[in-house]
Structures are given as C-alpha cells and as structure tokens.
C-alpha cells in the first residue's frame, strides 16, 4: 500500500468532493467553489492524503488574524477564504478534515491532522490553532483532545445536520 501526503491542486476537486459528501451530512458539506477558493488562496493549507492513486482524504485551513474572543460569524460553513485569510495571520484555523469510510479508524485522519500542524508551524508564525467540531463527531474530537486542544466556546445548534448538534470552538496555544 502506497500512502502519501501532498498539497491540493484545482484539478483534484472531484476526488475532494468524494470524501466531503461521504464524511458529512449532505446538509453540511461544503460546497465546489469553496473547496476551490481553498486551493486557490492557500495551496500550502490544504493537504491531501493519496492511498495507493485514489483521494482518501483531506484537509483544509485558513490563516487568521488572532482575535481572543472570535466573532462567531467567521466560523460559517462555506464563507469564503478570500475574505478572512491573511498570510501574516497569527493563528491557524482548521476549516476541515475528512476521511472516506473505508479507510477510518486506521490512523489516517491523526497522520493528516499532525502532517499539517508539523508544515504550518514550520513555514509560518503561527502562535495558536483554532477549529470547530461536532459534539457528535468522536473521532475528531479525539484526535483534537489528544493535541491538547482545549474547549474554548459551544454554539448550540450550530450544525444544521439531522441532530442539529452544538459546535464546540477548540483552540491550542502554541
Ligand atoms: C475525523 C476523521 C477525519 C478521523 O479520521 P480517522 O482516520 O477515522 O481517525 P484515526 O484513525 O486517525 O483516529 C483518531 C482517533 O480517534 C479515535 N477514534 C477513531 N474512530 C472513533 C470513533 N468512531 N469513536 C471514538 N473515537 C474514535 C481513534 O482511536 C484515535 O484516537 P487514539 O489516537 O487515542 O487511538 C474521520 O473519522 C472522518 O472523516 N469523520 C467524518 C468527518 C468529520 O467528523 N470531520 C471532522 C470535522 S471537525
């Protein structure tokens, strides 16, 4: 089996796309432009995980200016990148991660997870990473307590999912 680690390029969207709609509900998967928006703003944030030539994985982020108490707002499913990332920003955002099923459970999510923390932190300034997960989502919220990321903020019913679940803000300080 053949893993490996790259940054993202426009002409991987399809492969994006499968692993978006089969990690989340189809209410919250964001959408084509978006993910293109990412690529196109912030190549080096955006990190995909190849198993032997097929998409299994993804992960995708923004450079924000540090705000200790976070407008809510930014965290908006499908906000576009251009809008918040800025290069000099201090503070990582983590817009999203996905894994497809077959290969969960394996380790890949956490090797993704870590992939990208270990190139940000060594190409940019950053001082702290911030990120929303699910209430519901174990095995992201797993990987993120095992980082030493803390609970900072909940926003009820942030997800508009089957369960309308809570989002819980997570940071880490550098
Ligand atoms: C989150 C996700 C990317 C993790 O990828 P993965 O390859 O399945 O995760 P890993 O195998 O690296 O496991 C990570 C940790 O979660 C644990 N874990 C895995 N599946 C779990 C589950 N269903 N419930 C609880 N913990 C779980 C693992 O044991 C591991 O913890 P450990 O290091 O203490 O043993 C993947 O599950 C996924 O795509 N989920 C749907 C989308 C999602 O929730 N994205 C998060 C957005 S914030």
């Known amino acids: 089996m053949k893993i490996s680690i790259r940054n993202a390029e426009e002409s991987n969207i399809e492969g994006i796309l499968l692993v978006e709609h089969d990690s989340f509900h189809k209410d919250i998967a964001e959408s084509r432009s978006v993910f293109f928006d990412r690529i196109k703003v912030f190549p080096e944030g955006f990190l995909l ?89 174990n095995a992201a919220r797993k990987i993120y307590e095992n980082n030493g990321f803390l609970e900072i903020q909940r926003i009820n019913g942030f997800f508009e999912d089957d369960e309308n679940s809570d989002a819980i803000v997570m940071r880490k300080y550098l």
Do not use: C
């Open 49 to 137: 995980m190849e198993i032997d030539g097929e998409i299994a994985g993804y992960i995708s982020s923004e450079m924000w200016e540090y705000s200790e108490n976070i407008d809510t707002d930014r965290f908006r499913l499908n906000h576009n990148i251009a809008d918040i990332h800025r290069t000099d920003g201090s503070e990582l955002y983590i817009s999203s991660i996905g894994v497809i099923k077959k290969y969960r459970g394996k380790g890949y999510g956490k090797m993704l997870f870590s992939e990208l923390v270990e190139r940000i932190g060594s190409s940019y300034r950053i001082a702290s990473i911030i990120l929303i997960v699910s209430e519901n989502w």
